[in-house]
């Protein structure tokens, strides 16, 4: 089993180099978005592994934190990407 989930760590690894070159050689800003969102997400599923096998409960706060930060992210590009813009000022208010 556990040479399993080391198979399964490599294996998000290798996605994980997969999203960065798809990030940085994105042909549009959307793909760049979907791969920083998928990026978000293996690391979380690999911090949740390592976690399985070091057999700790320490790396959970992380992935909440990755989570949430992640979440953040995919709505600030999304909106970017719809908007042109993050914040709105209103100047005449």
């Known amino acids: 089993m556990i040479a399993f989930l080391w198979v399964i760590v490599v294996l998000i690894g ?3 180099l997969g999203f960065l070159y798809r990030l940085v050689k994105g042909p549009s800003t959307p793909d ?7 990026i978000g997400v293996g690391l979380i599923s ?3 592994l390592i976690s399985i096998l070091f057999d700790t409960g320490f790396f959970l706060e992380v992935i909440l934190l990755l989570a949430i ?6 709505v600030a590009f999304s909106k970017f990407t719809e908007k042109g813009v993050i914040i709105e000022r209103d100047r005449n208010s």
């Open 14 to 16: 290798i996605s994980l």
């Open 32 to 38: 760049r978005v979907i791969a920083l969102d998928a």
């Open 46 to 48: 690999l911090i949740g």
């Open 69 to 74: 930060l992640s979440f953040i992210g995919t």
